[in-house]
């Protein structure tokens, strides 16, 4: 019988492996935070969320991290965007991030 006590410990060996494989392999989690501005290199909007509260193409929430391996993008990150926000130029995109 497997207790609480044993499923953490097997949650951090796991956690402690996969630390260590994205180290060994020069890999890199990408997980934008809510509100980041979407990069259309790094995130893939599966989704959208309308609200004219925020400004167009923020992200709402992640579904799937992506990965960069030596700096490449191997798989980017699934994202919810928001639309009917209000248009935010260039330049002021690159004062959020």
Known sequence: MITNRDEGEKSEDVKITYDGLMRAFNMK???????????????????????????????????RKGYCFDDEVIRPAEVVVFVGGKQVKKSEETHKE
Not at 41 to 58: L, Q, R, S, V
Request: proline share 9%; no cysteine.
């Open 29 to 63: 989690a990408i997980s934008p935070a809510h509100g980041q501005y979407i990069d259309e290199i790094k995130h893939i909007a599966i989704d959208t969320f309308t609200n004219p509260n925020y400004p167009e193409n923020t992200i709402v929430y992640t579904v």
